[in-house]
């Protein structure tokens, strides 16, 4: 919609006093009175905006404000009347946000650049003495023409164009020659935009649901509204979208969405202009918060305010981004396609495919066969040739969405059609994600409806809760995809085993939806999806078996990368609760589907090991039988007898080993194979007596390379822990896993797990290992202050979440150790904090488990007192926990942006 006001450029703007301003010109410097001006302005427009003034109004006001600047700016240079001042782009629209660009065009009649270019430069020079941010180009007509034809943006900029000064004609000239008929014929410029679209979409993932979106360049924003009136405006050639109402483009109901969205668009863009002070197009997430209080969210039981005002955001560009798919596929069809059709074929008598695009037998379709809602997704799952849905058919289905009511729910052939699209062969998710983008999925399923947009506030999850669900679907189903067994070889390979894969597609619709509402989202999940099934009329073994899928869906993920999976006790536990294959086949899918929709770049190598273990694991203890558990003692002693006689090969004796291992705990031969102990022991022998580190780096994993594993054996040093932590982390080197034994003799025999910045091992680059075993033994041979305070900077998204810290302690009763788990937000030399927290409170750390979840650390320690004891005294055990929060606290504090946040209530 273009500035209406522009037809009243004579009415006086009420905060702008344009007689003093010309009184003071008379007696003070031009910059200083044009300055104050400006400054004058944007106080005054901005007061308004923070007071709640109609944003389009503001913006509105602004650009004509800004003609009378710069009108006056212009006439204080001598100008024939060959030469004009032109706003073009958004500002020639008469839109102007408080840092946008102001794009100008100073037009001359003929190629006379050179007789105004002392004029042009000193005026161009007091606009950037003036402070003002513009983008300017001095072009002949001819030169316009030229320009317009080889480059589309300057062929739309040159579509939105006004005069501010000069003679108006010039333009009109202009105008004529680069209209359609000259230059970017209607087809021409409608495919250009299109994959200028596409491109612009492909830099932001093709999709709405950024986690710092960019309002303005991002699918749903700014730029694709503009991209409808261009494309309108250039085929149709009208002035602005509500001159189509009525004429089949677009209809009432259509527009006033698209202003809404606009509105809605533009009051976000604009309080990112006034609170970042810059033209910055970015929702950030310090912005997020301040624009959510701005906007009237408050925090409640439930979700943060941010979380509320995402899901707005995520809402309203979800709707701008269906109808721009209609409005950009009604275009395609009469620019593209007119008269061009070239083939039909009939799909049933309500259906039918024109051109691979599927649309209805007429318009009455859906009102006269609400089921027809739904059979189309399933005639799209069913048939990979159709491309897409014809723009009017789209249009019928929001007209007669509202028919999905309660009866429509509870119709049996409905269920049958929602069951028969789950067993869809094609692109079962993309299906779901246009129902879900045309308003059909949260009507069929409202549980479903109440996470559309939902985010979470957080840096681990990236995704807005019903994208990811859909991206889990997405995954399952890639996992029946031969080329995916590289990555997920296990997966896949379960995958084909599966009785009923539809099963999954269900719990994985289901393991978020009770996000959002309070209390434990798994148990509300279950609920749910146990009404999904009775409804839908699964057996009463496939409900129980979704019910307990989405109740234990964190189980697996939590149990690899939280507890030893090492320990025989562990796996037994686990498997007791899966019970049975089949439990523990879907619950692998799931996990491995859920975590990479979580945040794909979070998935590594090693997490994928840790899952191929335990399931392996569990697997052969559910085949041995859940009454016949491994005997800890016996596995031991195994694995001990196995190291002695691979040694004995290396011509070292027992006695000799035993000697070296003197009383190292017995978890030392639990968590590691008698490969590795007879490898780092044989490198004790040889190097051990020089009283030098001991340091030994090699990759870890069987099939493939999961991690690099680093052994250092020590004898007599100090704060080895955090001092190899600090190292690792100025070598960029993130720990996975740590597992540290110490002999009452004080030598230590250290194993860490680690992967680069990447999130790969280094596999294998002897170079790399030879630097880090030397940075490593001199930081601790030779330590200083120096060594354990990290200098890595904090990135700009990490400083933005600062949660408080929370320390968790319990006791293991049978491992004799105290677990302490450490919440905290993810900073640069965090390990080599705790490290020196330990030491100092004399604690032995026997293992440590570290779980990065995006801004946050949730890194699990296994400690004992300095006589091997777990942690009793209560007294000391809360001044520890005040010790670790108080430090962290104030470290992070000293390094964030923000104040501290409360978490999410969609964590739980």
């Given at each position: 919609?273009?500035?209406?006001?522009?037809a009243?450029?004579?009415?006086?703007?009420?905060?702008f006093?344009?007689?003093?301003f010309?009184?003071?010109?008379?007696g003070r410097?031009?910059?200083?009175?044009?300055k104050?001006?400006l400054?004058?302005a944007n106080?005054?427009l901005?007061?308004?905006f923070?007071?709640?003034?109609?944003?389009?109004?503001?913006?509105?006001?602004?650009?004509?404000f800004m003609?009378r600047?710069l009108?006056?700016?212009?006439?204080?240079?001598?100008?024939?009347?060959?030469?004009?001042?032109?706003?073009?782009?958004?500002y020639?629209?008469?839109?102007?946000?408080?840092?946008?660009d102001?794009?100008?065009l100073?037009?001359?009649?003929?190629?006379?650049?050179?007789?105004?270019?002392?004029?042009?430069?000193?005026?161009l020079?007091?606009?950037?003495?003036?402070?003002?941010t513009?983008?300017?180009?001095?072009?002949?007509?001819?030169?316009?023409?030229?320009?317009?034809k080889?480059?589309?943006?300057?062929?739309?900029?040159?579509?939105?164009?006004?005069?501010?000064?000069?003679?108006?004609k010039?333009r009109?000239?202009?105008?004529?020659?680069?209209?359609p008929?000259?230059?970017?014929?209607s087809?021409?410029f409608?495919r250009a935009?299109r994959?200028?679209?596409?491109?612009?979409h492909?830099r932001h993932?093709?999709?709405?649901?950024?986690?710092e979106?960019?309002?303005?360049?991002?699918?749903g924003?700014?730029?694709?509204i503009?991209?409808i009136?261009w494309?309108?405006?250039?085929?149709?050639?009208?002035?602005?979208?509500?001159?189509?109402?009525?004429?089949?483009?677009?209809?009432?109901?259509?527009?006033?969405?698209?202003m809404?969205?606009?509105d809605?668009?533009?009051?976000?863009?604009?309080?990112?202009?006034?609170l970042?002070?810059?033209a910055?197009?970015?929702l950030?997430f310090?912005l997020?918060?301040?624009?959510?209080?701005q906007f009237?969210?408050?925090d409640?039981?439930?979700?943060?305010?941010?979380?509320?005002?995402?899901q707005?955001?995520?809402r309203?560009?979800?709707?701008?981004?269906?109808?721009?798919?209609?409005?950009?596929?009604?275009?395609?069809?009469?620019?593209?396609?007119?008269d061009?059709?070239?083939?039909?074929?009939?799909?049933?008598?309500?259906?039918?495919v024109?051109?691979?695009?599927?649309?209805?037998?007429?318009?009455?379709?859906?009102?006269?066969?609400?089921?027809?809602?739904?059979?189309?997704?399933?005639?799209l799952g069913?048939d990979?040739s159709?491309?897409?849905?014809?723009?009017?058919?789209?249009?019928?289905?929001?007209i007669?969405?509202h028919l999905?009511d309660?009866q429509?729910r509870?119709?049996?052939?409905?269920k049958a059609?929602?069951?028969?699209?789950l067993?869809?062969?094609?692109?079962?998710?993309?299906?779901?994600q246009?129902?879900?983008?045309?308003?059909i999925?949260g009507?069929?399923?409202?549980?479903?409806?109440?996470?559309?947009?939902?985010?979470?506030?957080?840096?681990?999850?990236?995704?807005?809760?019903?994208?990811?669900?859909i991206?889990?679907?997405?995954?399952m189903?890639?996992?029946?995809?031969?080329?995916?067994?590289?990555?997920?070889?296990?997966a896949?390979?379960?995958?084909?085993?599966?009785?009923?894969?539809?099963?999954?597609f269900?719990a994985?619709?289901?393991?978020d939806?009770?996000?959002?509402?309070?209390?434990?989202?798994?148990?509300?999940?279950?609920?749910?999806?146990?009404?999904?099934a009775?409804?839908h009329g699964?057996?009463?073994?496939?409900?129980?078996?979704?019910?307990?899928?989405?109740?234990?869906?964190?189980?697996?993920?939590?149990?690899?990368?939280?507890?030893?999976?090492?320990?025989?006790?562990v796996?037994?536990?686990?498997?007791?609760?899966?019970?049975?294959?089949?439990?523990?086949?879907?619950?692998l899918?799931?996990?491995?589907?859920d975590?990479?929709?979580t945040?794909?770049?979070?998935?590594?190598?090693?997490?994928?090991?840790?899952?191929g273990?335990?399931?392996?694991?569990?697997?052969?203890a559910?085949?041995?039988?859940?009454?016949n558990?491994v005997d800890?003692?016996?596995?031991?002693?195994?694995?001990?007898?196995e190291a002695?006689?691979?040694?004995?090969?290396?011509?070292?004796?027992?006695?000799?080993a035993e000697?070296?291992?003197?009383?190292i705990d017995?978890?030392f031969f639990?968590?590691?194979?008698?490969?590795?102990?007879a490898?780092?022991?044989r490198?004790?022998?040889e190097?051990?007596?020089?009283?030098?580190?001991v340091?030994?780096?090699?990759?870890?994993?069987?099939d493939?390379?999961?991690?690099?594993?680093?052994?250092?054996?020590?004898?007599?040093y100090?704060?080895?822990?955090?001092?190899?932590?600090?190292?690792?982390?100025?070598?960029?080197?993130?720990?996975?896993?740590a597992?540290?034994h110490?002999?009452?003799?004080?030598?230590?025999?250290?194993?860490f797990?680690?992967?680069?910045?990447?999130?790969?091992?280094?596999d294998?680059q002897?170079?790399?290992?030879?630097?880090?075993?030397q940075?490593?033994?001199?930081a601790?041979?030779?330590?200083?202050?120096?060594?354990?305070?990290?200098?890595?900077?904090?990135?700009?998204?990490?400083k933005?979440?600062n949660l408080?810290?929370?320390v968790?302690?319990?006791?293991?009763?049978?491992?004799?150790?105290?677990?302490?788990?450490?919440?905290?937000?993810?900073?640069?030399?965090?390990l080599?904090h705790?490290?020196r927290?330990?030491?100092?409170?004399?604690?032995k750390?026997?293992?440590?488990?570290i779980?990065?979840?995006?801004?946050r650390?949730?890194?699990?320690?296994?400690v004992?007192?300095?006589?091997?004891q777990?942690?009793?005294?209560?007294?000391?055990?809360?001044q520890?926990?005040?010790?670790?929060?108080?430090?962290l606290?104030?470290?992070?504090?000293?390094?964030?942006?923000?104040?501290?946040?409360?978490q999410?209530?969609?964590?739980?």
């Open positions: 919609m273009q500035n209406p006001l522009l009243e450029e004579k009415k006086p703007l009420l905060f006093d344009e007689e003093g010309l009184r003071g010109l008379q410097p031009a910059i200083e009175v044009f104050d001006a400054a004058a106080g005054h901005n007061s308004r923070l007071e709640g003034e109609q944003v389009r109004t503001l913006v509105y006001e602004r650009a004509l003609d600047i009108l006056h700016a212009w006439n204080r240079f001598e100008w024939q009347t060959d030469v004009s001042l032109l706003a073009v782009g958004g020639g629209r008469g839109e102007l946000h408080p840092h946008s102001i794009d100008l100073i037009l001359i009649k003929r190629n006379r650049a050179q007789n105004y270019k002392q004029n042009i430069e000193s005026f020079t007091f606009l950037w003495d003036i402070q003002l513009i983008g300017q180009s001095v072009r002949s007509i001819g030169q316009c023409v030229q320009e317009a080889a480059d589309l943006t300057v062929a739309t900029n040159l579509m939105e164009c006004r005069t501010i000064a000069g003679d108006a010039l009109e000239v202009m105008e004529k020659k680069t209209r008929g000259k230059i970017w014929s087809p021409e409608f935009k994959e200028e679209q596409w491109q612009r492909q993932g093709h999709t709405e649901y950024n986690l979106p960019n309002v303005k360049e991002a699918p924003g700014l730029r694709d503009q991209m009136n494309v309108a405006k250039r085929h149709f050639q009208v002035n602005n979208l509500e001159a189509m109402i009525g004429k089949d483009f677009i209809n009432r109901e259509e527009y006033n969405l698209l809404s969205g606009e809605f668009l533009w009051r976000v863009r604009y309080g990112i202009h006034v970042a002070g810059r910055e197009e970015r950030q310090d997020q918060r301040k624009l959510a209080e009237g969210y408050r409640n039981e439930e979700r943060l305010a941010v979380e509320q005002f995402m707005r955001y995520y309203v560009v979800l709707a701008m981004r269906e109808l721009s798919d209609v409005l950009l596929q009604y275009l395609d069809e009469v620019i593209l396609r007119k061009k059709s070239r083939s039909i074929r009939q799909i049933n008598n309500r259906f039918r024109r051109d691979n695009y599927i649309e209805t037998t007429n318009e009455s379709v859906f009102a006269m066969q609400p089921s027809a809602l739904l059979e189309i997704f399933v005639l069913e990979p159709i491309r897409g849905i014809r723009a009017a058919t789209i249009r019928q289905m929001q007669h969405r999905i309660e429509f509870n119709s049996r052939e409905n059609l929602f069951l028969r699209l067993s869809c062969p094609s692109k079962l998710d993309l299906q779901l246009r129902m879900t983008r045309y308003g999925l009507r069929y399923l409202p549980e479903f409806g109440r996470i559309v947009g939902q985010m979470q506030h957080d840096l681990f999850h990236i995704y807005p809760v019903d994208v990811h669900t991206q889990v679907i997405r995954n189903r890639r996992l029946g995809q031969q080329e995916e067994a590289i990555n997920f070889p296990i896949t390979h379960v995958y084909k085993t599966l009785p009923k894969p539809e099963l999954l269900i994985g619709m289901y393991h939806i009770g996000k959002g509402r309070g209390g434990d989202h798994s148990t509300l999940g279950a609920i749910d999806v146990v009404n999904f009775q409804k699964l057996q009463p073994q496939e409900t129980r078996l979704l019910k307990w899928l989405v109740e234990k869906h964190l189980l697996m993920s939590f149990v690899s990368q939280r507890e030893d999976i090492a320990d025989p006790e796996i037994q536990s686990f498997a007791s609760i899966v019970g049975d294959q089949t439990h523990l086949d879907y619950l899918l799931l996990t491995v589907s975590i990479n929709a945040n794909p770049t979070l998935w590594n190598s090693w997490k994928g090991s840790l899952l273990r335990l399931y392996a694991d569990t697997k052969r559910l085949q041995r039988g859940l009454e558990p800890r003692s016996e596995w031991l002693q195994a694995v001990r007898q002695i006689n691979l040694l004995a090969g290396q011509n070292i004796s027992r006695e000799q000697a070296i291992w003197g009383d017995e978890e639990l968590r590691e194979r008698a490969t590795v102990i490898r780092c022991t490198a004790i022998r190097f051990g007596d020089s009283g030098a580190p340091i030994l780096i090699d990759d870890a994993g069987l493939k390379v999961v991690a690099t594993r680093i052994f250092i054996y020590t004898r007599g100090n704060n080895v822990f955090p001092i190899t932590a600090a190292t690792l982390d100025q070598l960029r080197l993130n720990i996975q896993d597992r540290l110490t002999t009452s003799s004080g030598h230590t025999f250290d194993i797990y680690v992967l680069n910045e990447e999130g790969k091992p280094l294998g002897e170079q790399s290992f030879e630097h880090i075993t940075v490593l033994a001199r601790l041979q030779f330590p200083s202050s120096s060594t354990l305070n990290v200098q890595r900077r904090t990135s700009r998204a990490l933005h979440f408080l810290t929370s968790i302690l319990s006791n293991d009763m049978v491992r004799n150790l105290t677990s302490l788990e450490v919440i905290s937000p993810d900073r640069p030399g965090l080599a705790l490290g927290i330990f030491m100092r409170f004399g604690l750390l026997h293992s440590a488990r779980a990065t979840l995006g801004e650390v949730e890194d699990v320690f296994n004992t007192d300095h006589d091997y777990p942690l009793s005294d209560p007294a000391f055990c809360h520890l926990q005040d010790c670790i929060c108080r430090e606290d104030a470290r992070n504090q000293e390094d964030s942006a923000s104040e501290p946040l409360r999410s209530k969609l964590w739980t």
